[in-house]
């Protein structure tokens, strides 16, 4: 496809459970974003790719969110542990170079709601 | 740490009326991006300005940049019931930094 993808869609997790989420950036795209977005808010940054390397993960909240994108392409957020307060949208966007001022396409999300 | 709001928070108007919604930071920029997300849906860029007192215009929307960049503002003209969905804005700082979002204003237009 031409745009990010992102799945599942929706994911509906007990507390204390383990959950992954995938992000499939646009083909040729280097760097890769992850983001929360709460109810009501903006996205807030989570963790940054560059390629395969992690650059950036000052935004994950704890140690139970790890991130990884081994070949570069496509990227899995995952959860451990899962709280209430976790409960939110995951997008993931890419850009073509790097952070900056390059334009950002968003994935539709995951809305993972934790009961 | 840079942080940026948004106002109003929700808006409500008639199909027709022009608009007007603010970005504000304390923070400096080097460039704002203005996107727009709808329900169920990742946000799309509108329009990035990088350069203080720079203005934008996409079709009925036009987009400023303060002279001092630290805020923003995104004007509607003649709003049409497509324009509805959440607004935000997005700032990035002067060393490559990631971009930190606004908040959002949630615009409804009524036909």
């Known amino acids: 496809g031409a745009g990010v993808s992102q799945s599942p869609r929706y994911k509906v997790a007990k507390r204390g459970q383990d959950v992954a989420l995938r992000c499939d950036p646009i083909?040729?795209?280097?760097?890769l974003f992850w983001y929360q977005q709460a109810l009501g808010q903006g996205p807030e940054f989570l963790t940054y790719?560059?390629?395969?390397?992690?650059?950036?993960k000052s935004g994950l909240p704890s140690d139970r969110f790890f991130a990884e994108r081994p070949e570069g392409s496509v990227s899995t957020l995952k959860i451990q542990r899962t709280q209430q307060e976790d409960s939110a949208v995951y997008l993931c966007?890419?850009?073509?170079?790097?952070?900056?001022?390059?334009?950002?396409?968003f994935g539709p999300g995951t809305r993972l709601t934790v009961t | 740490t840079q942080l940026l709001e948004q106002s109003p928070q929700f808006l409500s108007i008639q199909e027709g009326e022009n608009l007007t919604v603010y970005c504000n930071s304390s923070?400096?920029?080097?460039?704002l991006q203005w996107y727009r997300q709808e329900p169920g849906e990742g946000p799309v860029l509108l329009v990035t300005?990088?350069?203080?007192?720079e203005v934008k215009k996409l079709k009925r929307l036009t987009f400023q940049f303060g002279d001092a960049r630290k805020d923003s503002s995104l004007h509607i003209t003649a709003a049409q019931p497509g324009d509805t969905g959440l607004y935000l804005c997005?700032?990035?700082?002067?060393?490559?930094?990631?971009?930190?979002f606004g908040p959002g204003t949630r615009l409804s237009v009524l036909p």
């Open positions: 966007a890419s850009t073509l170079a790097g952070r900056g001022r390059d334009e950002q396409y």
């Open positions: 083909s040729g795209h280097v760097s």
């Open positions: 790719f560059q390629n395969e390397a992690q650059l950036d």
């Open positions: 923070s400096v920029f080097s460039s």
């Open positions: 300005v990088v350069t203080g007192g």
């Open positions: 997005a700032g990035a700082g002067n060393y490559g930094q990631n971009f930190v």
